[in-house]
């Protein structure tokens, strides 16, 4: 039984095992014939089949077949040849043009195709494993290098006619807008032509893609043409830069970068190097006799690699049958998808790093980025598809190569940037001082070199004249070579950037409005009226007109608010209303001063009325209560002006910027509608508004009706050291401070690093602060903005309210003298003038301890009126008269008495008043008129 066991075991293991030999073929070309790529192939293989790690059973067998470089009929013949000899996988070639034959004849067999060679297209190809990275890749890594070094004018050299083909996705799409790309074709017979138009054109970067077989005539046309030194920087495609002689270019400065797939740092690259090198005869030919294999042959070597370890996944599920494959029939190989599916699921560790494929394209791998230095290429860095350009050593792009070469640095002078010592024996640099001159101290410091500083002749930063077609200022001075550097207080604008380059910006900004403290709001009189607004007082005193119409008119539509007048006489024939014009609008005006009326609405409907009437004055008093305190205790500003859009719509406040300045080219190029309209203001107005410097600019403010354009960092600097000044509004845009250079300058990007390791570690900061806030000549505003917080309250903020109750006693006063006048005509008697009768009342009145007088007589006994007259306070009647005086009355027998219990005099019968009142009452009362 054990012994049937083990023979299905041998049976079912010798059913799904790889045959005893496996054939594959490999395609060169001619002129490969006994190259570094073919020995690197027929090693590959015998290391397989002599470890015996990967396929115990299995020995591999080449067949290789020699092609002409430009023959892709005999190619295509010899690859159908190594078909119908049952070859598993066709190796090859590396030409671009004859590989795509190859590609295309093993897709239509199914059968796996293995390449190490560029291929221009990303399109998915079936059976096509590659291991050369592919160009979209190639092409991502040198624009991130170029962004990270900042190349903005680049020159491409390439050779080989498909050379363009490899670089038109970086010709396309560079990696910036405003990056100029000047590409030229060029081989050994014109590569010094060429590169005497690039150094021409002043472009100092370039990127080489010529034959590695060629590169030594390609650096002796360097060398004649003395484009050797540190403003030049080439990126070469290549990945074989180790293996050129770089001796003559290794103490002179110049920049040379490349990328490689071969990290011969790693010990187990290092390893299997060492025992190639040991397998002779063909081990120093693989390595071209450096001891640094190229890229292709390691290429060609992970190649056999990856496809002895698809055959080895294989073997352990799938049984392999060879067969005679012919290109006439084009019948698939069955196993063909399986294999390639195998391959294409590989991941090893090989002389060109980590390999993976998706979808037979090469994936996660990785780019050493070599840099040329004084004694060697070094490795500087690293590039991987997902997280881009990783630079470990950035000191080896800008590292100090030329410490006493002295470049000549333009500026202007301008507090607090640059400012000329007062001290005449000073010389040189010595003679300025500022926070540019600091910074340049430090940036001299960290890139390595000396400087000298000038003054721009003309005094300006440099704007350009669409008449003359000609820049002026610093700018000039650069385009023609004249200065090195600029450091100032300039602008990064579009137009500066067409014509100089700038580094990275130390001081970010905007267009600011500089004005003059606005002058404190006069106190007016009747300032307690500011926390109401007009229109609200007007709205307050209709609606006090409405709501007193309101109650009168529903209180004499109300029943219940007709009572009875005399509650001792409890069957009276007359009802009186409370709420008669004059009472409404007292009841208002009470309820509405939280005072009080006396009256007190009794109906539902004029409780109502009331009601919201106080909830309504409830409100307005404590709004008005609230606001009373900020507009009597804050000093209050008058600003005419709160923006740009304020300026823009008046022609009372001249406003301008610096003549020949960034705030003036952003106004007269800006196509908003405000800035377009100040800006043909600013041309327009007679005298100018343009000022020669800061200085004029802000003592044009300090004289009133100016409103100067300038940077916020010159403004916070005029506002910090005058109280009379301010900022309006926010800024108009955003802008940066950076230094100039000449375009194509080494200096820029090396300038660039250290100004951003300064703002890393603080240092621009602490030199804003010094030139800024610690100078000991900053004005204090805290305590102006305390004093003006909490100010006293004198006559002036609430006299008016002294001037409304004089007002209002001098009308109390006016109207007392109307009713005395009034009323002493209506009491004179017939006997007696009127001036009598005023004489008269005057004496009683001026007895000031009297509190009792003689009541007024009738002026006719005899005549009969309307019930209602008897009652001044009587509004609804019936029909029923009675004598207008209080004397006697002619319906009932009854007494009239001025007062009694504290109610008003009226008409009693005897019988009620004798209940009411005492017998001497009673008595003193017959002796009245009955």
Known sequence: MALLFAIIVILVTTAMSLPPVIRIGAIFTEDQKDSPSELAFKYAIYKINKDKTLLANTTLVYDIQYVPKDDSFRTSKKACKQLSRSVQGIFGPSDPLLGAHIQSICEALDV????????????????SINLYPSQDHLNKAFKDLMSFLNWTRVAIIYEEDYGLFKLQDLVKSPPSARTEMYIRQAGPGS????????????????IVDTDPAHMQQFFRAIL??????????????????????????????????????????EPKVAEVLRQMERFQPIGHAILNKTGVIQAEPALVYDSVQVFAHGLAALDRSHDLRPANLSCEKEEPWDDGLSLYNYINAAGLHGLTGHIEFNEGKRNNFKLDLLKLKKEELVKVGEWKPGSGVNVTDVGAFYETTATNITLVVMTREEKPYVMVKEDKNLTGN???????????????????????????????????????????????????????????????????????????????????ILFKVPSSQPTRLFSFMNPLAVEIWLYVLAAYMLVSFTLFVMARFSPYEWNNPHPCLAESDIVENQFSVSNSFWFITGTFLRQGSGLNPKATSTRIVGGIWWFFTLIIISSYTANLAAFLTVERMITPIENAADLAEQT??????????????????????????????????????????????????????YAFLMESTMLDYAVQRDCNLTQIGGLLDSKGYGIATPKGSPWRDKISLAILELQEKGVIQILYDKWWKNTGDVCNRDEKSKESKANALG??????????????????????????????????????????????????????????????????????????????????????????????????????IPRLNGQEGGALSMTEMKKSLSFDQVGAARGGNT
């Open 112 to 127: 796996p195709h293995l390449e190490a060679r560029v291929d221009f297209e990303p399109t998915f190809k079936e059976f």
């Open 430 to 512: 010595a003679r300025f001082e500022g926070f540019c001159i600091d910074l340049l101290k430090w940036i001299a410091g960290q890139v390595g070199f000396q400087y000298a500083i000038r003054l721009v002749p003309d005094h300006m930063y440099g704007v350009y004249d669409p008449k003359t077609k000609e820049w002026n200022g610093i700018v000039r001075e650069l385009m023609e070579k004249r200065a090195d550097l600029a450091v100032a207080s300039m602008t990064i604008n579009y137009a500066r950037e067409s014509v100089i380059d700038f580094t990275k910006p130390f001081m970010n900004l905007g267009i600011g």
């Open 224 to 265: 004649q043409l003395q484009m050797n030194d540190y403003r030049y920087h080439y990126m070469f495609t290549t990945f074989d830069i180790e293996t050129f002689d770089l001796e003559d270019f290794k103490y002179n400065s110049v920049n040379m970068t490349a990328f490689r797939l071969v990290d011969l740092e």
């Open 652 to 705: 009372q406040i001249s406003y301008g910027t610096l003549e020949g300045g960034s705030t003036m080219t952003f106004f007269r190029d800006s196509k908003i509608g405000i800035y377009k309209k100040m800006w043909e203001f600013m041309e327009t107005k007679s005298p100018s508004v343009f000022v020669k410097s800061y200085e004029d600019g802000v003592k044009r403010v300090l004289e009133g009706d």
């Open 795 to 896: 006559v002036e903020n609430i006299g008016g309210v002294f001037v409304v109750l004089v007002c209002g006693l001098a009308l109390a006063i006016l109207v007392a003298v109307l009713e005395f006048c009034w009323n002493s005509k209506k009491n004179a008697q017939s006997d007696r003038s009127l001036c009598a009768e005023m004489a008269s009342e005057l004496r009683f009145a001026v007895r000031c301890g009297s509190r009792q007088r003689p009541a007024a007589k009738a002026r006719n006994s005899d005549a009969a009126v309307p019930c209602d007259r008897c009652s001044p306070r009587a509004t609804r009647r019936r029909t029923r008269y009675c004598s207008t005086g209080h004397e006697e009355t002619t319906y009932i027998p009854s007494i009239e």
């Open 191 to 206: 590569y010094r032509q060429v590169l005497r138009e690039v150094r021409h054109k002043e472009i100092y970067k370039l």
